[in-house]
C-alpha cells in the first residue's frame, strides 16, 4: 500500500521536535525524496475545507479550485435554485425534477460562470416541484421570495418569464390559480390570482406593474417578496422598490393578513414565452428582508464585481505519511491573473487529535521553495485566493504536490544468539550495520513467528531494550519453548522500526 494511501479528518499535532539532527541525516545519507500530489488527474479528494471557493477548469483539463462568484448560496429556506454554472442544467436544492430544459448554455451571465440563453417560443424551462416544495405541495405558502437576473433581447408584450397554473378547492367550489409574470408595456407586470386566501377584491386577481422600463441588453435583477406577518408583497428592481401592496383587509400593514395558500401540484415553467438571458434563478420559504440602502450597495457591487472580494480559503485533512518524514517542499501549480494572488501554507505534527485550527502554527511558504522546519507524521495543506481589485479574475490552482524525504528503517542484527537458563534467556547479538540505529526491540512468543509474549518479568513484547546487545529475560517457565527476533529502531524516533531479524529460539531448563 502506498504510504500516503491513508488519510484522516480533523485534529492537531503535538509540539515539532528540533529538526538540526533530521537535517544533518538527510544530507549525510543522500535519501531519495518522494512526491504526493492532491489536484491535478486525482482530484481534491484530501480538500475537506472550502470557503469562498468553488471549482472550475485548470491547466491540462483538470479540475481546478478558484474563487465562488457573488451567487446566491444554498441555505434551509432554498425551495429552488438553477444558477446555470455549466451546460448540464441541475435544480441544486434536489426539490425539483426538470422536465423540459429548451435553453441553450452561454457565458454571457450576470453572475458567476454561465447563463441560459431562452428563445421566443421554445418552451424554455418545465420543472417538477416535489412533496416538499413550492409549487408541488398543495398547502399554505407562507413567506416567500423569488429572486433573479434578466437580461432581455427584446421586450414585447406578452412575453412570459414565468408561469404557473393550477387550482384548490375554495369552499367546495374549484378555484383556478395563477401565478405569472409577463411584459407589458416595456414593464413587468406580475399577477396573482386566487393564490391569497380570502383575497375577493378583482376577483382573487391581485397584480403588482413595475413602474421601470426594461432595458434591452441589459441585465437587472428582480425580486418580488412576501411578508408572511405584515401580509407585505413588494417588487424590486436592482434593489429599488417598484411597486408594493399589503393582502390585508385593511390594505395597511396592520390589518388582518390573507395568507398564500397554493393548490394542486402543477408544473412550473420558466421562459416559456421570452427572448434573452437569464442567471441564479431561485425561490426561498423566507421574506427578503433587505433595505433599500443595502440592496443598492449589493447591486452595485454584483454589477462589477463577479468574485468574492475578501478571497476564499481551502485546506486538507491531515494527511497521514510515516513517523519522522520530512517535508521538503510543497509545489502548487497555479495561474494568477494580474493583481490577483495566492498564498500558500503547511504544517505538520505527529497526533493530529490535538490539533486545533490555529496550533500547530500554520507556515506560509512560497511554491517550491527548500524547506526546514516541518516534519512529522501528519501534514495539512491550505491556501487562500485573492481576486484582482476590481472583482473580474481569480486565480486557480490545479494540484498541489508535497516532496517529502522518509527516514530509513534500520537493518536488524545479523547475527543472533539465544542461550537457556533457569526460568531466562539471555539473547546476545550484533549491532545493526546502520549508524541510524538508535536501540532495539525485543519480541517473543510461544510460537514460531508469534511474538505475543507478556510473562518475562522485564515486560510484554516487544521490549525496547536501549542500545546494547546483549539482554536476559526473566521470569520465564522451564520446559517451555519461546521465539525471539529483534528490531533496530531509529536513534532519531523510537516509532521508526525496522524490519526483524531472523528468529532464534530457546527452552529455559535447570542446568
Known sequence: MNRTALHLLGGAPLPLKPLFALVLLVSFFSLPAETFTIGGKKGWAEVVNRTGITTGRGRYGYESLELDTNQNKLNEYTDLFLDFESSQLQELAGKYEILQNNTVWTKKSARGKGAALSRSTSGGIVLKGGENSFFGNESPAGSFCIDFWICPSTVENGEVLLNWRSSRNINGVIAYQIINLSFYQNKVMTVFSNIFDGYTENGGELSLLTTKSIVPNTWSRHTISYNASSGELEYRINGHLECIEYITDTKHENGTVFPPVMGVSANLELCPNYTGLIDDFCIARTYSDVS???????FDLFAQDHYVV?????????????????LNSVTAEMNIPPQT???????GGDDYFNWTENYPEWIQ???????????????QVAAELFPDGGG????????VTLDYTLLPDPLPPVKIRAEKGDGSVTLTWSYSIEDTAGGYYIYYGNRPGEYLGRVAAEGHSPINVGNINSFTLTGLSNGTIYYFAIAAYSKIDSRIVGPLSKEVYARPAVR
Not at 310 to 326: D, Y
Not at 365 to 379: A, D, Q
Request: net charge negative; aromatic share 10%.
Open 310 to 326: 475578501h478571497g476564499g480559503r481551502f485546506q486538507s485533512e491531515p494527511m497521514l505519511f510515516k513517523e519522522g518524514t520530512i
Open 292 to 298: 433599500l440602502e443595502m440592496e443598492d450597495a449589493v
Open 341 to 347: 494572488d495566492i498564498h500558500l501554507y503547511v504544517r
Open 365 to 379: 511558504v512560497n511554491s517550491g521553495e527548500k524547506l526546514g522546519s516541518v516534519s512529522g507524521m501528519y501534514f
Open 392 to 399: 473580474c479574475h481569480s486565480p486557480s490552482i490545479t494540484s
